[in-house]
């Protein structure tokens, strides 16, 4: 398999042309399976750069609100297939640029394709009411107008869908973008912006800056001209834009951490609890949001879901992401690679038991890849650091717990909200963890992460600002409501 020509130098996506950043300057993006391997290089743009993608989206804003819904998503239309006519270039791409398998990478894109043609059709739908008036001669409706410049900052892990079920919508309800991609996967959204270019999307509507988050992201959130900002990623970053945001007005949306419990009551399917936490907690090296990252285990199942556990986890097979066969990639950067293996590292120093991994692997072509074992821990308590933090990476924390009330309660004692699940076969034990698990979403026979794209997405607590992305959701925050009295 082939991307094309490696080592191509990517630029700003800008008024529907492609620019060179004012600094002169790009950076690399490597291939953390290989860091031999340059995927490409990237603009590493100013303040500058940003403002004259902001002035293009502005300046497009009028014309891209007028248009009917319809042929908004007409282009989104076109969009979605020549995405899908590219689905394997930009699945190898993200698999070269972020370490995901290629399966994986592809499902991913598949995604993106149908998350486009799913907002192409709310064009089609209602964006009002009629409301009855207190006078009987007039007519009282209300109507959804563009929230207008909206920025978007998106992170590594989900190089493709998650930037595309931000701009879809933003897209269809009558927005123009300017997207700030993580550094690790800019090539990535390059090629999705590849796509807005051939489908013709007019200049100005979707725009595109690379560069260091330190910089760009500042100059969207407190540039005046930006109505909105749309962000998922860290706590640490996302409470900084929504601070910048709100002193100035604007509208903000942030999808931050998760620290993503599975229960395993007594009654449960063991042998799907185990498939299930192990897909949930090491696909995708743990890089996801709505990873498992906390399994709570009844007393009573607790040994034979451990041993079950360890055997199929030492079947999983790590490598290049391209590799048939590979079920597990590496982490997306040296960085990530670090953070994951200091978290091992306090997990042992603060007396929890390492049942298997923890170390990074090494040895012919591992030495120039990012890669860790899959690790779990058990002697897992409530106050250890890997029980309370995002660790991002193939770690899983197993806990005892004596009944389901208890299970919930533990589950419960962490900042964050994002996902839950649960095993089990009894109808109270499934009705108990839907009502008193604080997430905003909760699974039950499932694992932790995924959400369909059709359904509200967003966490409770410190896991988001408590709006929701995707589905008719969505036009909650790319939309302001106008109430309109007519006599």
């Given at each position: 398999m082939t991307i094309g020509i490696l080592k191509k130098t990517y630029l700003n996506f800008i008024n529907g042309e492609w620019i060179v950043s004012s600094s002169g300057q790009v950076y690399k993006s490597f291939n953390p399976a290989n860091t031999d391997e340059i995927i490409g290089y990237v603009q590493n743009s100013t303040t500058d750069d940003v403002n004259l993608a902001v002035a293009s989206a502005k300046n497009a804003l009028t014309f891209w609100g007028k248009l009917a819904g319809s042929d908004r998503g007409a282009y989104l239309y076109k969009v979605a297939d020549i995405l899908e006519r590219?689905?394997?270039?930009?699945?190898?791409?993200?698999?070269?640029?972020?370490?995901?398998?290629?399966?994986?990478?592809?499902?991913?894109?598949?995604?993106?394709?149908?998350?486009?043609?799913?907002?192409a059709g709310e064009g089609m739908r209602k964006v009002g009411d009629v409301i009855p008036s207190t006078d009987s001669k007039a007519l009282m409706f209300t109507s959804r107008v563009p929230l207008g410049v909206v920025g978007v900052i998106t992170p590594w892990n989900f190089?493709?869908?998650?930037?595309?079920?931000?701009?879809?919508?933003?897209?269809?309800?009558?927005?123009?973008?300017?997207?700030?991609?993580?550094?690790?996967?800019?090539?990535?959204?390059?090629?999705?912006?590849?796509?807005?270019?051939?489908?013709?999307?007019?200049?100005?509507?979707?725009?595109?800056?690379?560069?260091?988050?330190?910089?760009?992201?500042?100059?969207?959130?407190e540039n005046h001209d930006v109505n909105g900002i749309t962000f998922t990623g860290s706590n640490q970053v996302g409470k900084r834009i929504g601070k910048s945001a709100f002193e100035r007005g604007a509208k903000y949306q942030l999808e931050m951490g998760?620290?993503?419990?599975?229960?395993?009551?007594?009654?449960?399917?063991?042998?799907?609890?185990v498939e299930q936490t192990i897909n949930g907690a090491f696909r995708s090296t743990g890089q996801k949001c709505t990873a498992?990252?906390?399994?709570?285990?009844?007393?009573?199942?607790?040994?034979?879901?451990?041993?079950?556990?360890?055997?199929?986890?030492?079947?999983?097979?790590?490598?290049?992401?391209?590799e048939e066969g590979i079920w597990m990639g590496p982490s997306a950067s040296e960085n990530q690679l670090k953070?994951?293996?200091?978290?091992?590292?306090?997990?042992?120093?603060?007396?929890?038991?390492?049942?298997?991994?923890?170390?990074r692997i090494t040895g012919g072509s591992f030495d120039k890849g990012f890669f860790v074992e899959p690790t779990i821990f058990e002697n897992v308590t409530s106050?250890?650091?890997?029980?309370?933090?995002?660790?991002?990476g193939p770690v899983i924390a197993l806990v005892k717990v004596d009944t389901l009330e208890e299970a919930i309660n533990v589950a419960n004692d962490v900042e964050f909200g994002l996902s839950a699940?649960?095993?089990?076969?009894?109808?109270?034990?499934?009705?108990?963890?839907?009502?008193?698990?604080?997430?905003?979403?909760?699974?039950?026979?499932?694992?932790?992460?995924?959400?369909?794209?059709?359904?509200?997405?967003?966490?409770?607590?410190q896991s988001s600002s408590h709006s929701r992305e995707q589905g008719e959701a969505a036009k909650e925050f790319y939309t302001s409501i106008k109430t309109i009295f007519v006599k």
């Open positions: 590219r689905l394997n270039e930009v699945a190898e791409c993200m698999t070269r640029e972020m370490g995901k398998t290629f399966p994986e990478a592809k499902g991913e894109t598949s995604r993106g394709v149908a998350i486009l043609r799913y907002y190089p493709v869908a998650i930037p595309i079920w931000k701009m879809a919508p933003a897209l269809i309800y009558g927005n123009t973008i300017v997207i700030k991609p993580a550094q690790e996967t800019a090539v990535t959204c390059a090629k999705i912006m590849e796509c807005f270019e051939e489908a013709g999307i007019p200049a100005g509507v979707v725009n595109m800056v690379t560069g260091s988050g330190s910089v760009i992201g500042p100059a969207l959130t998760g620290k993503n419990p599975v229960i395993v009551a007594a009654d449960a399917d063991i042998d799907l609890a498992t990252s906390r399994v709570i285990v009844h007393r009573n199942v607790y040994e034979t879901f451990k041993e079950k556990l360890l055997t199929k986890t030492k079947e999983i097979t790590i490598g290049d992401g391209l953070s994951v293996l200091s978290y091992i590292e306090k997990g042992k120093q603060e007396g929890a038991t390492l049942l298997l991994g923890g170390n106050r250890m650091t890997i029980f309370q933090e995002e660790i991002f699940s649960i095993f089990t076969t009894n109808i109270q034990n499934m009705l108990s963890f839907i009502n008193d698990m604080e997430a905003g979403l909760v699974r039950v026979n499932a694992e932790s992460a995924g959400v369909e794209l059709q359904a509200p997405f967003g966490g409770m607590k």
